[in-house]
């Protein structure tokens, strides 16, 4: 079933992470026990969820969550799903600031999972996070309730609203959209299908619409000394980071993600 719509090896990863979640069973166990699987209710429920995936619906809206950094996220459609890279940047982040206990901003928040992941790290920081979306709003109060963790949450557009939404922040953090609407055709249906096009993509001739847009807060609310933390389009590392002038920030650095590409920056401000 699943291979009708995705190749081998992603088919085969799909059909494990299915089972794993309606039986508990590891890999190991699946190759080892797979034919002792014969609850039911859980085939029913594999069956169901293999179909779907075939379609083309993501696994993390057909389970309904997805871990990030350690922690279990809720996501669902109207709500973009968390990538490997946005862990990766917050990892970076909680990896360089240990023992933080300032002020600390993640806009356009989507799930929450940045904010949430920063809050659980440092739990004597001040955590605050925004987003435009009812739907993303309502999933990152929901995550912040069920993860325990301890987040400002705002509902604000960062295009438009007056950048005083934003408090005074030891660290501003942002994975906004980024990706170009010509870019659309080289994404897997899945994506295109199901997520929010509004968290996802921008214009051509706009690309950095939101980088422009964290520029003119980060100049007003990013504190001396602060950094800035950004998820970024690896075809505009270049033009993103001259965004940010070397009159306000003394380092601004692209740093490439595990796979070799220009996927954030990092901004220290004067």
């Known amino acids: 079933m699943l291979k009708e719509g995705w190749p081998a090896e992603e088919a085969a990863a799909l059909a494990s992470a299915i089972i794993r979640e ?14 002792r699987m014969q609850d039911g209710d859980a085939a029913a429920r594999i069956m169901n969820a293999a179909a779907r995936a075939a379609a083309g619906e993501p696994l993390q809206y057909i389970t309904g969550n997805t871990e990030f950094c350690g922690h279990t996220i809720e996501v669902g459609p109207g709500v973009l799903i968390p990538r ?16 933080f206990s300032g002020s600390a901003t993640d806009l ?12 659980l790290a440092f739990p004597d920081a001040t955590v605050s996070a925004t987003e435009l ?18 987040v400002n949450l705002v509902a604000a557009d960062i295009l438009h609203d007056n950048p005083a939404h934003v408090p005074l922040s030891d660290i501003i ?22 997520e929010p096009h509004q968290a996802l993509f921008v214009p051509d001739d706009d690309p950095l619409i939101y980088y422009q847009a964290i520029a003119r807060i ?10 800035l933390w950004l998820e970024i389009n690896e075809n505009y590392g270049r033009e993103t980071a001259s965004l940010f002038s070397a009159s306000l920030y003394q380092e601004v650095k692209v740093i490439r993600d595990i796979r070799g590409k220009e996927r954030f920056i990092r901004a220290e401000k004067r």
């Open 22 to 35: 309606y039986t508990g069973m590891g890999r190991a166990a699946q190759l080892a026990f797979g034919e």
């Open 84 to 99: 490997p890279e946005t862990e990766e940047m917050t990892l970076m982040i909680i990896g360089e600031n240990s023992g």
């Open 108 to 119: 356009c928040t989507g799930s929450g999972c940045i904010a949430i992941a920063l809050s």
């Open 133 to 150: 979306s009812p739907a993303a709003l309502a999933t990152a109060r929901s995550n912040i309730s069920l993860t325990g963790a301890t």
């Open 173 to 194: 953090v942002s994975n906004p959209p980024y990706v170009t609407i010509s870019e659309k055709k080289m994404m897997h249906r899945n994506v295109i299908d199901h």
């Open 218 to 227: 980060a100049a007003l609310r990013l504190l001396p000394g602060g950094r």
